[in-house]
């Protein structure tokens, strides 16, 4: 199915979720690095479904998402995605892309493109943990910093700073 389907409405969706809260069970969260290619059509309707939840400008600024430029990230090893799942399902994910800075070439970041957990899956710590998750994966493969962002209508500040993340810019979007 292609993701103009999933966005014009595709029933598909609502009984994706349904069939993710029929599946969830009380078991654990599995949080685990997994690659684009392997994940590709498992996510595109989660991230319709984030898309729907968190952007903004529906209208204007409509989802495309870029999926050959996901694909060479991915091969290049410089797209790096941390699931959750429970009981096989995936229920979320982070992903960010690893490279140096313009500023900082011998400096390893990462820097967040997305992060998301089903609306049906977020009671507890699991949003909390799948953090934690990307932060040992990426320590791991020698990243220094991590720059991630949140949506003001949908602040996750408190969780960024317990987790010891400190506010260090302000992002501002126009449409021109």
């Given at each position: 199915?292609?993701?103009?389907?999933?966005?014009?409405?595709?029933?598909?969706?609502?009984?994706?979720?349904?069939?993710?809260?029929?599946?969830?069970?009380?078991?654990?969260?599995?949080?685990?690095?997994?690659?684009?290619?392997?994940?590709?059509?498992?996510?595109?309707?989660?991230?319709?479904?984030?898309?729907?939840?968190?952007?903004?400008?529906h209208a204007d600024v409509p989802l495309d998402i870029d999926e050959a430029r996901y694909r060479q990230l991915d091969e290049a090893g410089a797209l790096h995605i941390v699931t959750a799942r429970r009981a096989g399902a995936l229920i979320g994910y982070h992903v960010a892309i690893i490279s140096t800075h313009l500023h900082y070439a011998s400096t390893l970041h990462g820097i967040t493109d997305v992060y998301w957990i089903a609306p049906e899956c977020r009671a507890g710590r699991t949003g909390l943990r799948l953090f934690q998750a990307v932060e040992r994966e990426m320590k791991a493969l020698g990243v220094r910093k991590l720059f991630t962002a949140t949506k003001l209508h949908l602040d996750q500040g408190a969780l960024f700073e317990h987790l010891g993340y400190r506010p260090v810019e302000r992002l501002y979007a126009k449409l021109i």
């Open positions: 199915m292609s993701i103009a389907a999933l966005i014009v409405g595709s029933s598909s969706v609502g009984h994706l979720a349904d069939a993710l809260t029929a599946t969830v069970m009380k078991a654990g969260t599995v949080f685990a690095v997994e690659r684009w290619r392997d994940l590709r059509s498992e996510m595109l309707p989660l991230l319709v479904r984030h898309w729907r939840e968190v952007a903004l400008n």
